[in-house]
């Protein structure tokens, strides 16, 4: 019990003061500091479905499993980096400037993966488009920037950037799994753009239809899904309660 | 002696929300009967299928949220909601196409937004919304009136078509509706976009055989019979005649501008005026209580809003028509019409 406020308190402070966590939790509560980390990422601050960060990118790539997963990769890549980088040089940076510096630093990054995908994954790069430079402007990278990565330490940013990833990789996989069986009856559809083409076995065909459900490709259907997933969280979450 | 009061609306005709909904039913009723007259049974068929769907989607929804359902089907609410969905869709669209709409009328539509009163969208329109952008197809196949079938479509056929999608000699909804020279729709307006797309003049495409004047009355007889049923909710009260006026004045206003600048281009005021959703949309659709503006003012503003929306998405926009693209738009604005239009309290001075 006192593991899990202790955690939680550092996770509290995030927004106050700058606080090192390891010189607020020593050594044993780690354990539990990880713990609380991924909880916070995966599920209860689920920078998708409960920070609602990062909509743009989420409803408008998702129309199939294989944008999803790409984009997602990427913006897991971007946050564990930008959350280390900025972490570094938590205290070298003026407090006046930090949040230019942090744009800076995650445009950087976003450059670096957009050459990356140009290079290696030049099918996906044309499908997702103007998505992967804009992952720039998604709110939740400089948000954990800001809120964690600016006051904690490297291993700890870290782990938080790789959590907040998988959760928003999650719900963009869910939401892009869901439209594309809904409009095409596929599972990933196009994934060779993305592994290359030993993965085209992983296609999945559910069903043929002539008649393709176009709303959940479109983007209504994008948020209405997410919001029946954020409705799905919340039930989840009042019946862990009782 | 006991002295009767009653709450301050003292209204005479005790009216209550199932009296409402039966009156629209049966103002409904003559636009019906022509478009079954004029286009065939199929229409007979998809108002059943929808209101069997809305009341089992109703129904299912609301022992899910454990509500008592009964009254809420009771109200014909979840019926007429299914009754305008399904005279608004192509009357041989297949069996799937209104049920998919009504489910989501009804279930993401109205209830989840928390069910009768507390929807923003109008349930029949968003849900003819949902299947023109999802099936757009099925949702443009509309036939040509009965006197111009190649081939007779008999109530078997009928039954068959919407089922299965062939009729019992096997032909395709496509194949009634090409084979005869030329296309002939209950909306028109369709074919007028697709000309003027080619480049066709307005006064070339209504020379051609759809528009000679048997068929081009179809959908007129539809509009105005909607209009007499519109008239009698009128007459009864059950509407008032604020949002309606409002929106066919607009509609000959914002229409004749466009068709003043360029008569060749752009379809007459009384064109727009008889053709597609118009009458329907005014009467039956616009003035759904729960999601039209409730002020005098805000309903003169909202029938403008609706009126201008429909001719810009028709005159310039990429579908033929525009009555539910209009009203969801204007939906979206009745909250900010209210709030600036609210009465003043009696009594009070101006502020």
Known sequence: ?242 | MAFFSSTSPHQRIRRRTPDIMKMVVLGLLPGILVHSYLFGLGIYVQIALAIATAVASEAIFLMLRKRPFINSIKDYTAIVTAVLLAISIPSLAPWWVIVIGTAFSIVIVKQLYGGLGQNIFNPAMAGYVLLLISFPVQMTAWLPIESMQAFPVTIMDTLSLIFTGYSIDGYSVTQIKTSIDGFTLATPLETIRNALHVGDTISDTLKTTLFSPDSQQGSQWVNLAFLAGGLYLLKKQIILWYIPASFLVGMIVFSFIPFATDPELFPSPLYHLFSGATMLGAFFILTDPVTASTTVKGRIAYGLLCALLVVIIRDFGGYPDAVAFAVLLANICVPLIDYYTKPKVYGRRRS
């Not at chain 1, 010189?23 to 500091?33: F, G, K, L, S, Y």
């Not at chain 1, 129309?63 to 980096?81: H, R």
């Open chain 1, 1 to 242: 019990m006192t593991q899990e406020n202790k955690a939680n308190a550092t996770i509290a402070n995030d927004m106050t003061e700058e606080i090192d966590a390891e010189e607020v939790a020593p050594q044993a509560d780690n354990a539990a500091i990880y713990k609380d980390l991924s909880l916070q990422g995966l599920w209860k601050n689920n920078p998708g479905i409960v920070q609602l960060l990062g909509l743009c990118p989420l409803l408008a790539v998702t129309n199939t499993l294989t944008n999803a997963l790409g984009l997602g990769l990427a913006t897991l890549f971007v946050v564990i980096a930008s959350n280390v980088l900025i972490s570094l040089i938590r205290h070298y940076v003026p407090k006046a400037i930090r949040i230019p510096v942090f744009v800076l630093i995650i445009a950087s990054l976003v450059s670096c993966i957009q050459l990356l995908m140009n290079a290696y994954t030049y099918q996906l790069y044309l499908s997702l488009g103007i998505f992967i430079p804009l992952i720039v402007t998604n709110c939740m990278i400089i948000g954990r920037a800001e809120a964690f990565a600016s006051k904690n330490n490297v291993k700890h940013s870290a782990f938080d950037g790789l959590m907040m990833g998988l959760g928003f990789t999650a719900v963009l996989i869910v939401l892009g799994a869901a439209r594309e069986v809904l409009a095409q009856g596929t599972l990933f559809d196009g994934i060779e753009t993305l592994l290359g083409d030993w993965a085209s076995f992983m296609t999945v065909s559910l069903y043929n239809t002539d008649t393709s459900f176009l709303i959940a490709a479109l983007p209504p259907g994008a948020f209405i899904l997410m919001g029946l997933i954020i409705a799905f969280k919340n039930s989840i979450d009042n019946i862990l309660k009782k």
